[in-house]
């Protein structure tokens, strides 16, 4: 399981006041370091709906999830009944976690560094992403790609949503600091 010690400071956050805050100052011309975008959260999200069937998916998926993030995920339940879906209200049906301060850096290197790289045929991430707010979404196929989770003991392979939440409002800034991060974008 990830954890995080309070005394260490992240290498990523010492690369983003180090470099990428000079960096964006300096190519969108902001004279006040707090126009600088900065990262809020990020929030990781699975939804498993394979789970009215069998409900060991979602322990599965709160296991999982913990150990990628090092935090307990909040199962998240239906809020509606849906007939063709078999759906009942309150059935669990996803797991998500909010990820801030020092977690939220150590998910973000261990996802560029470690995680990102490990996908199949990777060409690069979509940098059209973005929802006009400056935040970014992504999402990946297979939770296999993370080092934590060992798959001979896995029963089921479950993707995610990650959602980035970047202060700034504008997609241009957010893309160039995700890019100075380290985030592997394609190229066009």
Not at 52 to 72: M, P
Not at 156 to 179: K, P, R
Request: aromatic share 6%; hydrophobic share 40%; proline share 4%.
């Amino acid at each position: 399981m990830a954890t995080v010690e309070a005394s260490s400071k992240p290498r990523l956050v010492q690369r983003y006041h180090d470099e990428v805050v000079k960096a964006l100052r300096e190519k969108f011309g902001l004279k006040n370091v707090n126009q600088v975008p900065r990262l809020k959260k990020v929030v990781i999200n699975m939804g498993v709906g394979k789970a009215i069937d069998n409900k060991k998916r979602i322990e599965e998926a709160v296991l999982h999830l913990s150990q990628i993030t090092g935090q307990k995920p909040v199962v998240c339940v239906s809020k509606l009944a849906v007939a063709g879906f078999r759906l009942r209200e309150g059935l669990p049906i996803g797991v998500k976690v909010d990820l801030r301060g020092a977690r939220m850096w150590e998910f973000l290197d261990r996802l560029i560094t470690l995680a990102i790289p490990r996908i199949r045929d990777f060409r690069g991430v979509k940098s059209d992403s973005f929802d006009g707010r400056g935040n970014y979404s992504m999402g990946l196929q297979d939770q296999s790609v993370f080092p934590e989770i060992l798959m001979d003991k896995a029963e089921f392979h479950q993707g995610m949503d990650i959602t980035i939440c970047m202060s700034g409002g504008s997609d241009a800034m957010s893309l160039e600091l995700l890019t100075l991060l380290g985030m592997p974008f394609k190229r066009n």
